[in-house]
């Protein structure tokens, strides 16, 4: 057992298994710093992720960040607080779902980032 070293809460890290809750998580955040060394504990990982997400939604163009998300396409289960937030009972979809997604529903989406391709009639990078 070790705690999460930003919030101290105590957590079992089973990533040596091959087998642990984090790896469906992207791979995205860099391995240089001390902390990041350690395990971090769901909501401390999601909220590090969504960090270095927003960074790169200001990065990079719409059709890098698919690239990005396109190996993690096929995941089945969805992971709240990365791909969804839940508001007044009802399930908010993030734009790292939709960017996972490849494409646009259409539906006008609080989380869309396809804005920039769908006027430019490109919205679906394989």
């Known amino acids: 057992m070790s705690q999460c070293p930003s919030c101290g809460q ?7 298994s091959g087998q642990c809750w984090c790896m469906q998580y992207p791979n995205i955040l860099p391995t240089g710093e001390s902390d990041n060394l350690a395990c971090l504990c769901e909501t401390c990982l999601s909220q590090r992720i969504n960090q270095k997400l927003e960074s790169l939604y200001q990065e990079y163009s719409t059709n890098d ?4 998300a396109k190996p993690y396409r096929n995941d089945k289960a969805l992971v709240e607080g990365l ?4 508001e007044r009972g009802l399930y908010v979809f993030s734009a790292w779902y939709h960017l996972k997604r490849g494409t ?3 539906n006008g989406c609080r989380n869309c980032p396809y804005g920039k391709t769908r006027d430019l009639g490109y919205n679906n990078v394989g």
Do not use: S
């Open 10 to 16: 105590t957590l079992k890290c089973t990533a040596e």
């Open 65 to 68: 960040l698919i690239r990005l």
């Open 104 to 106: 646009c529903c259409g």
């Open 83 to 86: 791909d969804y937030t839940v």
